[in-house]
C-alpha cells in the first residue's frame, strides 16, 4: 500500500487558501473540511468556496470531508464540482451505499468518514462500497486536538475489514497526527494522513509533508522486514 499525505487547510490562512495551497507542492491531496456548525460545532467552508479552488487549483486532488447534516443531499455536490474524492460521515447519512454509488457515478471517490465513539464492524459487510474509510482520531470540528491512542485498534480492525475484502481501499486517519503520531498510525494499517497543524504551523509546511510521507515510507519498509 502507497502511503498519501494529505495536508488539512483548516490550519493554514483560510483568507489566503491558493497561496496556502501552493505552499505544499509534494502534497499528495488537499483536504478541505466543510463544516456547517449543526454536526460539527464550527462554521468552515461551502460549495462556492470549494468551487473557486477547484478552478483555481486545477490538477490538484482534492480530498473533500464533509461534517455537515443531510450528507446524502449534498455529497454528490461537491462530486459535481470535480473534486476527486468526497467523505461524508456515517452518522449523518440515511443512505450510505446509494450516496457513495452516486459518487462514483459522477466520477469521485467515495469516502465515509466515522466519528471516534462510531464502530467500524457495521461496515463490514458494505465495506466494498467505498474508496477509502476516514477514521477520526479526533472529536471532529476543530484542529489542533491531541491524537486519540484509543482509535489504534479501530484502524487495525479496519485493515483486516479491507484485507479480507480483497479490494484496494485507504485508510484514512484524520486529527493530531504528526511526526509523533504517524508510526503509530502506519503500524496499525492506515495509509493516508491527514495532518493540519503540525503542517501549516510550521515555518516550512512542504518539509513537513515530505518528512511525514519519508517516514510512514520508512516505517513501512522497517515493518515488511
Known sequence: MANRIHPSILNANLAALDSEIARIPSADAIHLDVMDGHFVPNLTLGLPVIECLRKNNAGRFLDIHL????????????AELGCESVTFHLEASQAPIRTA?????????????????????????????????????????FGGQRFLDGMLGKIAR????????????????????????????????????????????????????????????????????
Not at 461534517?67 to 461537491?78: F, G, R, S, T
Open 158 to 225: 479496519t485493515r483486516q475489514l479491507v484485507k479480507a475484502s480483497g479490494t484496494d481501499i485507504w485508510i484514512q486517519v484524520d486529527g493530531g497526527v504528526s511526526e509523533e503520531t504517524i508510526d503509530r498510525c502506519v503500524d496499525a494499517g492506515a495509509d493516508v494522513f491527514v495532518a493540519g497543524s503540525a503542517v501549516f504551523r510550521s515555518d516550512d509546511p512542504d518539509a513537513v509533508v515530505r518528512a511525514l510521507k519519508g517516514q510512514a515510507d520508512l516505517r513501512c519498509g522497517c515493518r515488511a522486514h
Open 101 to 141: 454509488r452516486q459518487l462514483r457515478s459522477l466520477g469521485s471517490r467515495a469516502a465515509v468518514g466515522l466519528r471516534p465513539q462510531t464502530p467500524i464492524e457495521p461496515l463490514a459487510d458494505i465495506i466494498t462500497e467505498f474508496d477509502m474509510i476516514l477514521i477520526m482520531t479526533v472529536d471532529p470540528g
Open 67 to 78: 461534517m455537515i447534516e443531510n450528507a446524502d443531499v449534498w455529497a454528490p455536490q461537491y
